[in-house]
Nanobody
């Protein structure tokens, strides 16, 4: 089992950058594939990106491709979401999630463990 805590969300102007962190408890972090999702007000939660257990592979939603980057530090039990060129439509609560299968996916139900979320607000 793993517990996840996101941090780093805040208000930022359009065009700015933020780095979100997701810190995991437990000694088996490196066995989990990790994903990031977001949920804007009045909308369903959506996939942002995901990475492999090593962090060597990642893929992203079309809406963030080229602007967002996922990385992880398994020695520190942390996964990051670097967000550049932020747009007002990126405003959402951002969640990290862990998949015990070790296979990353854009399908929410593949992820058993979720953090509480961190708010990102991008103003125009």
């Amino acid at each position: 089992q793993v517990q996840l805590v996101e941090s780093g969300g805040r208000w930022v102007q359009a065009g700015g950058s933020l780095r979100l962190s997701c810190t995991a408890s437990g000694r088996t972090f490196s066995t989990y594939a990790m994903g990031w999702f977001r949920q804007a007000p009045g909308k369903e939660r959506e996939f942002v990106g995901a990475c492999s257990r090593s962090g060597g592979s990642a893929y992203y939603a079309d809406s963030v491709e080229g602007r967002f980057t996922i990385s992880r530090d398994n020695a520190k039990n942390v996964v990051y979401l670097q967000m550049n060129s932020l747009k007002p439509e990126d405003t959402a609560v951002y969640y990290c999630a862990a998949a015990a299968s070790g296979y990353y996916s854009d399908y929410m139900k593949r992820y058993e463990y979720w953090g509480q979320g961190t708010q990102v607000t991008v103003s125009s």
